[in-house]
């Protein structure tokens, strides 16, 4: 039977031991892309098992079945996988063979024109099966490349320069991208082409120009470190308990991950962070902060632990670098608002920056928290465990799309969930 919701509390409100956590979701699916075009070079290690890799894997698998055959549409569901979706757009553009790549509901309003007109001025054939701009795509594989140069918009989302650069090395006359505006999630975008070059794959990058060569891998072992959006979960209820000490293994101070950024900015929130050999200890500590603003251009898979964390502990605080959050697995703004208004705390638009007002904060009678099929709602809100008594999350097995282990860790440190 499928569990429609959990019931959630901490009695002892103290955190201890090691939390062992998957591989990062964006490395592990980078790491498969590149190892579907690397000729049997590239070995993985520490693979996550986020149901969007799980996805991925099968999908690439499908593919490669398919190889060349021009005659069968092979049909690959991502369901809402939005990095499978970007980069198998431009994986299967220059794969052999007939595909239908689509995938949720959701998937089908998250815009994908900007990397569609991008291959097709490359000479791809992807075609929209529905709406313009959006999946589901007819893709019919494998082309004569017209040109090396595109132009591709960096602000609304660096998925789309990640998955024309994690192909270009397999393209003919290769890739010269000038990236547009200005670029959100750059870290994305370092971390592809950091793991192209741990394949031997080089890159130029000259003022707005990322130019790769065409090129083929050399033997190598891709490792995924664990991810660091999971670790931010375990910082917001560091900060949110009484007592905390917690060990996260293999975690390292230099990561390819942007969301590391959390070590730093829990600083302000009471959470010491130091590297041990073989992972990171996190502990609470008092808070002397006076840092009023937050920026999460860089990071915006954390911003709804952060902004659930600072709700709790009763910091007006400030907000930017949230424009891309509407378009995620749901408008994470709307869904932050609605369910933050639970509990009195208002999340209020001002242009390009959003504030926190906490002046309402109660403890409700019960917490309901609904997740809109989005993962990072679900794990973002749990945390609040610690401090309110009777809680419930509605549709828990979100987190499997990123973090299949996050309830039974939860259990392991104390949290009681029936
Ligand atoms: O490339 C990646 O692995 C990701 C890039 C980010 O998306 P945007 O570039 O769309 O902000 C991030 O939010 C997403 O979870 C993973
Ligand atoms: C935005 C996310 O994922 P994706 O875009 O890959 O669906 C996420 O994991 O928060």
Redesign the pocket.
């Known amino acids: 039977m499928e569990i429609s919701a959990l019931k959630l509390s901490h009695p002892a409100k103290s955190l201890n031991g090691t939390v062992r956590l998957t591989g990062s ?2 490395e592990s ?1 980078r790491a498969l892309i590149i190892q579907a075009l690397g000729g049997g070079k590239v070995r993985i290690e520490n693979l996550s098992s986020a149901a ?1 890799t799980v996805t991925l894997q099968q999908a690439l698998r499908a593919a490669s079945g398919q190889r060349g055959d021009s005659t069968q549409q092979t049909v690959i569901d991502v369901g ?7 980069f198998l757009t431009a994986y299967l553009a220059i794969t052999d063979g007939r595909y239908l790549l689509t995938g949720s509901d959701r ?1 089908k309003q ?1 815009p994908i024109g900007i990397l569609v007109d991008a291959l097709t001025t490359l000479g791809a054939d992807v075609r929209y099966a529905e709406t313009a701009g959006y999946p589901p795509l007819a893709i019919q594989g494998g082309f004569t490349q017209q040109t090396a140069h595109v132009r591709v918009q960096g602000h609304v ?1 660096s ?1 789309y320069l990640s998955a024309l650069l994690l192909v270009a090395s397999s393209l003919p006359q290769g890739l010269n991208l000038q990236i547009e505006g200005e670029l959100t999630s750059r870290p994305y975008l370092t971390m592809t082409l950091n793991m192209l070059a741990e394949a031997g794959i080089q890159h130029r990058w000259e003022a707005e120009t990322i130019s790769i060569m065409p090129q083929t891998a050399s033997p190598c072992q891709l490792t995924i470190e664990p991810d660091w ?1 999971a670790a931010s979960y375990w910082y917001a209820m560091v900060a949110l308990a009484n007592e905390a000490n917690l060990f996260l293994p293999n975690l390292k101070s230099s990561s390819l991950q942007g969301d590391a950024a959390i070590v730093e900015i829990m600083t302000h929130f009471g959470v010491a962070s130091s590297f041990e050999d073989g992972g990171l200890r996190i502990q609470k500590t008092t808070v002397h902060s006076a840092k009023k603003l937050f920026d999460f251009k860089e990071c ?2 954390l911003a709804q632990t952060v902004i659930v964390c600072a709700a709790a502990l009763k910091r007006d605080l400030s907000f930017t670098g949230l424009h ?1 959050l509407k378009i ?2 749901t408008d994470r703004i709307a869904a932050l608002q609605n369910e933050l208004a639970k509990f009195g705390v208002r999340l209020v638009e001002d242009g390009a920056v959003y504030h926190l007002h906490t002046e309402g904060l109660h403890s409700p009678e019960q917490l309901i928290i609904d997740t809109y099929e ?3 709602m679900a794990m973002a809100f749990a945390p609040l465990a610690l401090v309110f008594s009777n809680m419930q999350i509605n549709e828990p097995r979100v987190v499997e ?2 973090y299949p282990d996050f309830w039974k860790h939860l259990k392991q440190q104390g949290f009681v969930i029936s």
């Open positions: 979701k964006s699916n969007d809402p996988a939005g990095t499978a979706m970007r998937m998250r989302s998925q959006s915006p898979d891309t995620k697995e989005d993962h990072r799309k990123s």
